[in-house]
């Protein structure tokens, strides 16, 4: 927006977090941009007080952008600006709504996804859509290669936007149909634990999608590892599900419920995001079995 003439008056982010070893508070990126660019900035813990409301309201905005906030905003604020609030959401609506739409797409397999540009309302994800842009998801695509992909096309969508309500010509927003709605539920540490039981083509879209967090992991002779890439090979088998299948040089080959997948990228505790071979001489030998 900055680029493009779009000063934003005030930039809202969520108050410092503790972070690093020292857990300082630190800014947020957004935060520290709109203070190296002399932006006012407001960091309310919540939206929902009648003071962070009324300083709002006394800013007179004529468009809120939102953009992974991360904070409820109640139907009084949705109401303050004069065009509403946009939101850039990280999908094809009304596909994963949600929190986790990014990931969620890879993990389902999905071939396409892309940006809406939201008229914000009191739903989850639910408002009508101004404006999208869609984009490819490629067979090799991680969690990481996708949100940035998807960051430039947002802003790219936003100017677009911006510059169709600047001149006068911005299109009617096009209500949602519930048809085809999905809700993409956060991402939980949890899930990231592997499931031989699993199939898979299933195994190795959840780790691309999980790249790079929460990262999936299983235990490999009594260790916590964390897998940051691997492939299905297509092959059957009839090995039991976590039995460790061949140990060569471009991967480790595991059963799992559905044909095989190769551990292409390991990660032993405290150490680095190493390639399979570096892993098999670190570690000498494996186990016969990864299941538990």
Same mark, same amino acid.
Not at 39 to 57: F, G, Y
Not at 107 to 112: K, L, N, S
Not at 209 to 216: D, E, Q, R, T, Y
Not at 235 to 258: H, K, Y
């Given at each position: ?10 930039v809202?982010t ?21 203070v190296?660019?002399?932006i006012?900035?407001m960091?309310p ?16 905005p004529d468009?809120?952008i ?16 004069t065009?509403g ?6 999908s094809?609506?009304?596909?994963w ?7 969620r797409?890879?993990?389902a397999?999905d ?7 939201? *008229?914000?309302? %009191? &739903? ?5 859509? #101004?404006h999208?842009? +869609?984009i @490819?998801i490629?067979?090799? $695509?991680?969690g ?7 960051a430039a096309?947002?802003a ?6 911006l510059?169709?309500l600047?001149?006068?010509s ?5 209500? *949602?149909?519930? %048809? &085809?709605?999905?809700?993409a539920?956060? #991402?939980?540490?949890? +899930?990231? @634990?592997?499931?031989?039981? $699993? ?11 999980f ?15 964390r ?13 039991r ?6 140990n ?15 551990l292409?990228?390991?990660?032993r505790p ?11 001489n ?5 186990p016969r079995?990864?299941?538990?």
């Amino acid at each position: 927006m900055l680029q493009h003439g779009y000063r934003p008056t005030t930039v809202y982010t969520q108050p410092d977090r503790p972070a690093g070893r020292g857990r300082q508070l630190q800014a947020s990126p957004v935060k520290q941009l709109a203070v190296e660019s002399a932006i006012n900035v407001m960091q309310p813990v919540s939206l929902r007080e009648p003071e962070a409301i009324e300083a709002l309201r006394a800013l007179k905005p004529d468009l809120m952008i939102v953009v992974a906030y991360g904070l409820i905003l109640p139907p009084e604020v949705l109401e303050i600006p004069t065009h509403g609030c946009w939101n850039i959401h990280a999908s094809l609506l009304p596909r994963w709504r949600g929190a986790a739409p990014i990931q969620r797409a890879i993990e389902a397999g999905d071939a396409q996804t892309g940006v809406c540009i939201m *008229q914000m309302d %009191e &739903g989850l994800d639910t408002g009508a859509v #101004l404006h999208r842009r +869609e984009i @490819e998801i490629a067979a090799d $695509e991680t969690g990481g290669s996708l949100h940035d992909k998807l960051a430039a096309l947002g802003a790219d969508a936003l100017l677009h936007c911006l510059d169709a309500l600047k001149a006068g010509s911005l299109p009617q927003a096009e209500p *949602q149909p519930e %048809e &085809g709605a999905t809700y993409a539920r956060k #991402l939980d540490k949890g +899930e990231a @634990e592997i499931d031989w039981n $699993e199939p898979a083509i299933a195994l190795e879209r959840r780790i691309r999608a999980f790249n790079p967090w929460p990262v999936a992991w299983c235990t490999i002779g009594g260790e916590r590892t964390r897998i940051w890439n691997a492939e299905a090979t297509g092959q059957r088998c009839l090995a039991r599900p976590g039995d460790v299948l061949e140990n060569g040089t471009d991967g480790v080959s595991v059963a799992t419920g559905e044909g095989v997948l190769k551990l292409l990228e390991l990660q032993r505790p405290g150490g680095k995001r190493i390639r399979a071979r570096d892993y098999l001489n670190a570690v000498q030998s494996l186990p016969r079995s990864l299941a538990g």
